[in-house]
């Protein structure tokens, strides 16, 4: 069994800071990439940022240079660090995770979510 857990939502003011934390545990064999996604009411979910093994990383366009995403692999962990957010930004956030399993199954695997919210 794998989880995947999330943490740090909230309700920050436009302009602020927020940060979210990402934790994967359980049968880990090997995890090929973690990343975050966002969806609003009425909206698809999108993708905001992606961090592969190899360090590539992939940002949407719309959080380019106000959203960091970074690793822990010794911890099994992906943090995204969000700064000058603008209600845009208001949305649930989810963390997905690619991951083989100690059965070597590969599969992505979803928290359950956090709700960022941004003051105007």
């Known amino acids: 069994q794998v989880q995947v857990v999330e943490s740090g939502g909230g309700l920050v003011q436009a302009g602020g800071s927020l940060t979210l934390s990402c934790a994967a545990s359980g049968s880990i064999q090997h995890i090929n990439a973690m990343a975050w996604y966002r969806q609003a009411p009425g909206n698809r979910r999108e993708l905001v940022a992606s961090?592969?093994?190899?360090?590539?990383?992939n940002y949407a366009d719309s959080v380019k240079g106000r959203f960091t995403i970074s690793r822990d692999s010794a911890e099994n962990t992906v943090t995204l660090q969000m700064s000058s957010l603008t209600s845009e930004d208001t949305a649930v956030y989810y963390c997905?995770?690619?991951?083989?399993?100690?059965?070597?199954?590969?599969?992505?695997?979803w928290g359950q979510g956090t709700q960022v919210t941004v003051s105007s």
């Open positions: 997905n995770a690619n991951i083989r399993d100690r059965t070597m199954w590969t599969q992505e695997y």
């Open positions: 961090i592969h093994y190899s360090g590539t990383i």
